[in-house]
């Protein structure tokens, strides 16, 4: 019974994993790899179950804890950069911009 859930898991992150290198957005694949994440860590918990390790529920907790706080980073360093190139400040620009006024002066 756990062997097919663990089997269609690995389908599920399969799945997933298409989706993320196929994505028509960025959002799309980094849903897709944060699908992938939640879906290792449950695959981490059966294959525990089965191997009869609860430690590996330790292990599927901290990595649950990572793949949140890596999400969350990722999804505020996109945002930050739409807010920038919204804005029309680019690195470039600035550069220009700086070098432009320290000849004026």
């Known amino acids: 019974m756990f062997a097919a859930a663990a089997a269609g898991v690995i389908v599920s992150m399969a799945l997933a994993l298409i989706r993320a290198l196929a994505g028509p957005t960025l959002w799309d694949r980094v849903l897709a790899v944060n699908t992938f994440g939640t879906k290792t860590v449950l695959l981490i918990a059966v294959l525990g179950f089965l191997a009869g390790r609860p430690e590996f529920l330790d292990l599927a907790l901290v990595y649950a804890l990572i793949n949140f706080v890596a999400t969350i980073?990722?999804?505020?360093?996109?945002?930050?950069?739409?807010?920038?190139v919204r804005s029309g400040a680019s690195a470039g620009d600035a550069a220009t911009r700086e070098a432009g006024a320290g000849g004026d002066a």
């Open 73 to 84: 980073g990722v999804l505020r360093f996109f945002e930050a950069e739409a807010v920038r």
